[in-house]
């Protein structure tokens, strides 16, 4: 194969033939991108004739000069990679490690009339390799964005975890003097219904026109390609797998509405002034467990992190997993309270809900109750995500086991709230 990433291939097969850009990857199949925007991959061994329709097309890019508009706030875009920068990616075949604000205005030239964009790259992953150190560095360069004294940042993001990264900054960075807004993108920027560009333009708009300090996501709001919600950094959740609207407030409420188009942006919440200075307090301890309880969990799993710092379970329903004995079957269940009943001396462990809405009790079933007599203890309506990203950070500077257990409890960057209200559901 002589083809170059880019070029344009006629591919011939016994079943059809194919014409699309060429993408090259490894294994034993050719892919390559229709004009539909979507990627096929065809079987080597299927392949009659493969032939050039037309070498890739060198794209010269202008060097304009970006004018800095005084009226305008300044905002800096992290990128961290995902699909919302992948329009680069695609054409070419290869991963394009340049994000500069002279490519971002290109490809959002609405941007212009917002703000004046910075930019710098900070990672190119997917998100779903990103890890704790990845947090660790985000939030120091957020800080760094801070100290620059600019308006607001976006941090770019690829959707997988996303929420798990707007919570670590959330405790890692408390009482933040500007908004920091993640932005993601469920369809790449060369399809037609992708979200990149809607996300991105009302993130900075929201930006240029809020008193709002904190993290938050910004992404679609529904299935129109009109308004974005602003939603909260420690309780939203991604809940579709391909949905531009997948991302939904867990117990709470978006923030706001923001459709940059109409020139609407509708608080939701009450948005509170901040005059306190910054708290950066960077660290996560990463031997701790989320473990997702399921029928048929054994003791012995348990086992595996006997060595462990801390461990968070997504129980089922109000918070429970087995524990009963009730026949024959269910026997082992007293070997599972009592390892977790020893274990619980030497370790916090907590308890989400794998329901994912509503509010943890251990009150109301005597497993709840034989649980919490082991010691286990309830984390309230906080999402187990965020609870295991919490519970993390707070094991990087506290050792104090009773301190912990207060702590885990107290809302400190929006993770817990009071009560729950009617409207805080799907
Ligand atoms: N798996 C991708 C990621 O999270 C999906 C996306 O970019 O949205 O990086």
Redesign the pocket.
């Known amino acids: 194969m002589n083809y170059k990433a880019g070029d344009l291939i006629k591919v011939k097969t016994k079943e059809g033939v194919y014409k699309g850009t060429y993408i090259p990857r490894k294994g034993n199949s050719i892919v390559i991108k229709l004009e539909s925007g979507y990627n096929i991959g065809i079987d080597k061994n299927k392949i009659d004739n493969i032939s050039l329709v037309r070498k890739q097309k060198k794209i010269k890019q202008k060097k304009e000069k970006i004018k800095q508009n005084n009226k305008l706030p300044t905002i800096s875009i992290l990128h961290t ?4 920068a ?1 329009k680069v990616d695609y054409r070419t075949g290869a991963v394009h490690s340049e994000f500069s604000p002279e490519e971002i205005l290109r490809m959002f030239p609405e941007l212009k009339e917002i703000a004046n964009i910075r930019s710098r790259l900070i990672f190119q ?5 990103m890890g704790p150190e990845h947090w660790e560095i985000l939030a120091k360069e957020v800080k760094k964005e801070i100290e620059k004294k600019v308006d607001g940042i976006i941090i770019t ?6 929420h798990y990264t707007s919570a670590a900054l959330s405790f890692m960075l408390q009482n933040l003097p500007i908004p920091v807004l993640l932005v ?3 369809r790449s920027s060369d399809r037609g219904s992708s979200d990149a560009s809607l996300n991105l333009i009302n993130a900075s708009y929201f930006i240029s026109k809020t008193s709002f300090n904190g993290v938050a996501i910004c992404m679609h709001e529904n299935t129109e390609d009109n308004s974005c919600l602003i939603l909260p950094g420690t309780k939203t959740r991604k809940m579709h797998t391909s949905r531009r609207d997948a991302f939904k407030a867990v117990n709470d409420i978006p923030i706001a509405k923001v459709d940059y188009k109409k020139n609407i942006i509708e608080n939701i919440k009450k948005i509170k002034e901040n005059n306190e200075s910054l708290i950066s307090n960077i660290g996560f301890e990463k031997k701790i467990a989320l473990i997702k309880i399921r029928p048929g969990f054994s003791h012995k799993e348990l086992e595996f992190y006997k060595n462990y710092k801390g461990i968070i379970f997504e129980g089922t329903g109000l918070g429970h997993l087995a524990v009963s004995v009730l026949d024959k079957h269910t026997k082992e269940h007293k070997k599972t309270l009592d390892m977790i009943k020893k274990l619980s001396k030497k370790i916090p462990i907590f308890m989400a809900s794998q329901c994912i809405f509503g509010r943890v009790d251990m009150n109301v079933y005597s497993s709840g109750r034989d649980l919490q007599e082991a010691g286990v203890i309830a984390l309230e309506d906080m999402l187990s995500e965020t609870a295991y990203v919490k519970l993390g950070w707070l094991l990087s500077f506290e050792k104090n086991q009773k301190k912990i257990k207060e702590l885990m409890l107290k809302n400190i960057a929006g993770e817990i709230s009071e009560r729950t209200q009617l409207n805080e559901f799907l």
């Open positions: 990679g995902g699909t919302i992948s992953m997917f998100s779903e390799d993001h690829g959707t997988d975890i996303i993601g993108a469920q």
